[in-house]
């Protein structure tokens, strides 16, 4: 399994994933010109897509969808709720909303030989979820929009070769910045985002012998720095016993607006 960011945070989200055989995109919250540029950037373009989807319905996650599927008909897939919220976006416009397949948020997906899992997480939209990805061995998690996790979520996102999840915001930022009351109040709720240290909390309970790469996503613009949230999570690593004090498990941010790394596991 290989996977890539091409995009993380509020101004928009989407990752690559594939295998051997299959192909899929996480969410589609940018430009198909991006996604156009970093897929050819690794040998591929979007006509090699098997599969897309949706985590849910925010523009953030899906401006770029309705675009894509007018041009390349590529099945979408998401839970009932997020269906309903992408059909009901009029900034899409009109495209085949047969493409739409729904899923349950507790439900497994295979395409190909790669095995997507669904896990109902809070969040302010209609039917969030976080995934994980199998395939030959191999698991990839990602959980962002959290408002906060849980011993199911942890358990669900568990014993991965890799994740990605969100450390969104440090709270005194957040809490001394520009925002209005109203919207930092969401994003601290229990429907909002997690910060950097809750992020740190949640990385080091899902740390195993085997994770080879972490990536912390959906870094607020306003409200975080790169190298705050790197440092805050890594703090947090060194505390557990499985990192030794010196193992970061390849810890890195995952780029605004720019593809990161290509992942192999």
Same mark, same amino acid.
């Given at each position: 399994?290989?996977?890539?960011?091409?995009?993380?945070?509020?101004?928009?989200?989407?990752?690559?994933?594939?295998?051997?055989?299959?192909?899929?995109?996480?969410?589609?919250?940018?430009?198909?010109? &991006?996604?156009?540029? *970093?897929?050819?950037?690794? #040998?591929?373009?979007?006509?090699?897509?098997?599969?897309?989807?949706?985590?849910?319905?925010?523009?953030?996650?899906?401006?770029?969808? #309705?675009?894509?599927?007018?041009?390349?008909?590529?099945?979408?897939?998401?839970?009932? #709720?997020?269906?309903?919220?992408?059909?009901?976006?009029?900034?899409?416009? %009109?495209?085949?909303?047969?493409?739409? !397949?729904?899923?349950? /948020?507790? =439900?497994?997906?295979?395409?190909?030989?790669?095995?997507?899992?669904?896990?109902?997480?809070?969040?302010?939209? /209609?039917?969030?979820?976080?995934?994980?990805?199998?395939? %030959?061995?191999?698991?990839?998690?990602? *959980?962002?929009?959290? #408002?906060?996790?849980?011993?199911?979520?942890?358990?669900?996102?568990?014993? *991965?070769?890799?994740?990605?999840? %969100?450390?969104?915001?440090?709270?005194?930022?957040?809490?001394?910045?520009?925002?209005?009351?109203?919207? !930092? =109040?969401?994003?601290?709720?229990?429907?909002?985002?997690?910060? &950097?240290?809750?992020?740190?909390?949640?990385?080091?309970?899902?740390? &195993?012998?085997?994770?080879?790469?972490?990536?912390?996503?959906?870094?607020?613009?306003?409200?975080?720095?790169?190298?705050?949230?790197? %440092?805050?999570?890594? =703090?947090?690593?060194? =505390? /557990?016993?499985?990192?030794?004090?010196?193992?970061?498990?390849?810890?890195?941010?995952?780029?605004?607006?720019? *593809?990161?790394?290509?992942?192999?596991?």
């Amino acid at each position: 399994m290989r996977f890539m960011t091409i995009a993380s945070g509020s101004s928009g989200n989407c990752t690559y994933i594939g295998t051997e055989k299959t192909n899929i995109l996480l969410d589609v919250g940018v430009s198909m010109k &991006n996604i156009d540029i *970093a897929l050819s950037d690794i #040998g591929m373009s979007l006509s090699d897509l098997d599969a897309i989807f949706i985590t849910h319905e925010h523009i953030d996650h899906i401006k770029g969808l #309705g675009v894509v599927l007018r041009k390349y008909h590529i099945p979408v897939y998401a839970t009932g #709720g997020t269906v309903r919220g992408i059909s009901e976006c009029k900034s899409l416009r %009109e495209f085949d909303f047969s493409l739409l !397949k729904s899923i349950r /948020n507790d =439900q497994s997906v295979t395409i190909g030989d790669l095995t997507v899992n669904a896990k109902s997480i809070s969040h302010d939209a /209609n039917d969030p979820v976080c995934y994980t990805f199998v395939s %030959e061995g191999k698991k990839l998690s990602y *959980a962002t929009d959290l #408002g906060y996790y849980d011993e199911d979520i942890i358990s669900f996102l568990m014993d *991965a070769d890799a994740l990605i999840i %969100e450390a969104n915001h440090d709270i005194r930022m957040l809490e001394v910045g520009p925002y209005p009351y109203i919207l !930092k =109040q969401r994003i601290l709720g229990d429907k909002g985002h997690i910060c &950097n240290e809750a992020s740190g909390e949640l990385v080091s309970r899902l740390l &195993n012998e085997h994770v080879k790469h972490i990536s912390l996503a959906h870094l607020s613009d306003k409200n975080n720095y790169p190298d705050l949230a790197l %440092e805050t999570v890594r =703090q947090a690593i060194h =505390q /557990n016993p499985l990192s030794g004090g010196e193992k970061d498990f390849g810890l890195c941010v995952a780029p605004r607006y720019v *593809a990161g790394q290509l992942v192999e596991l």
